[in-house]
């Protein structure tokens, strides 16, 4: 159960009762904008702009009779209890007030407006500069006896809420230099740097946060026609084309650059990696062989023929020819011996 009550910053937005953390507290409700009806609007106080799909929306929470108590959450942008959630269902986008801790009964519920060029913050930030270091942490409120009871739990709040404060505001600036640099950024988006940044931002975190239902939803039956077919996209297709691509890259662009890719070679990038790296030892084998030959004068006509069999044919080839050669040599031998013998035979003959 939330309430309306006065703060210094007007109306604020309190919880009656302790919430936990991850809880939505409601619905941001309001007239749905975008386009031209979004362009035209004058009074922004109640406007709250998300982009879907690349296009901006907004929920004008304006009139009292359309809207809920939602609209009293003031913004906090170092320690905010709550942030507002893009929620998709059937397709339709809603605002959902989410807890990012557990909060107590009657504190004030606020949410990062992401509006870093607010009035208010950049008069607190001024303050804060003139403001001695000491003090700094207290604002100088404390002095006052101004410190309210969220601003002292603020303080026991987790590192992450500040730490994601911080993390998307970067983003932010990315995301609006990107655009422009790019020259896309149009008149309504214009429009939108004036407003609340969070908006554009929360987008993204929404983005998340219907993941999140999405799955949650998978388990209610609750998932759209759009979700299921993102579901079906391969993603590691992606990965494992990027994991190849740069490496098949590297081989050809090496060979390349020596000018080394033969016809062969180049008939070879199409062969399984293993067949090239066997091509490869196979010719810097029968090289080195046939340069050692070739030093000698040695290499005849049938080595070079068989330059182009496998190593292992040369290496058999040679250490057969080797024994071949032996043997003639020893027939040579026994042949010798057989014509001296018939010479000295002869040559007895002759003397009788
Ligand atoms: C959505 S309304 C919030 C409710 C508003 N306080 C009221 O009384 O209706 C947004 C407006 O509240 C005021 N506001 C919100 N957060 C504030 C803050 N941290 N400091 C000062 N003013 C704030 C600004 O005037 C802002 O335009």
Known sequence: MCKSQATKHGKGLFTTEAIIKGQY???????????????????????????????????????????????????EWRSPNTRMEKVMI?????????TICDIPANTELRYDYNFPDSPWRESILEEESTTPASTEMSNGREENGEVSELEHHA?????????????????????????????????????????????????????????????????????????HHAQDLPVHSILEEESTTPASTEMSNGREENGEVSELEH???????????????????????????????????????????????????????????EMSNGRRGNHTHFCSLLFYLVCVLNLQ
């Open 25 to 75: 507290v409601g619905e941001y409700k309001g007239r749905h904008l975008s386009g031209k009806e979004l362009d035209e609007l004058t009074n922004e106080t109640y406007l709250y702009v998300y982009r879907l799909n690349g296009k901006l929306h907004g929920i004008d929470a304006s009139d009292e009779a359309l809207s809920g108590i939602l609209r009293y959450a003031n913004d």
């Open 90 to 98: 059937e397709g339709k986008s809603f605002l959902f007030l989410k």
């Open 155 to 227: 303080q026991d709040l987790p590192v992450h809420s500040i730490l994601e404060e911080e993390s998307t505001t970067p983003a932010s600036t990315e995301m609006s230099n990107g655009r422009e640099e790019n020259g896309e950024v149009s008149e309504l988006e214009h429009h939108a740097q004036d407003l609340p940044v969070h908006s554009i931002l929360e987008e993204e975190s929404a983005t998340t946060a219907s993941t999140e239902m999405s799955n949650g939803r998978e388990e209610n039956g609750e998932v759209s026609e759009l979700e």
């Open 267 to 325: 008939h070879a990038q199409d062969l399984p990696v293993h067949s090239i790296l066997e091509e490869e030892s196979a010719t810097t084998a029968s090289t080195e062989m046939s340069n050692g030959r070739e030093e000698n004068g040695e290499v005849s006509e049938l080595e070079h023929h068989a330059q182009d069999l496998p190593v292992h044919s040369i290496l058999e080839e040679e250490s057969a020819t080797t024994a071949s050669t």
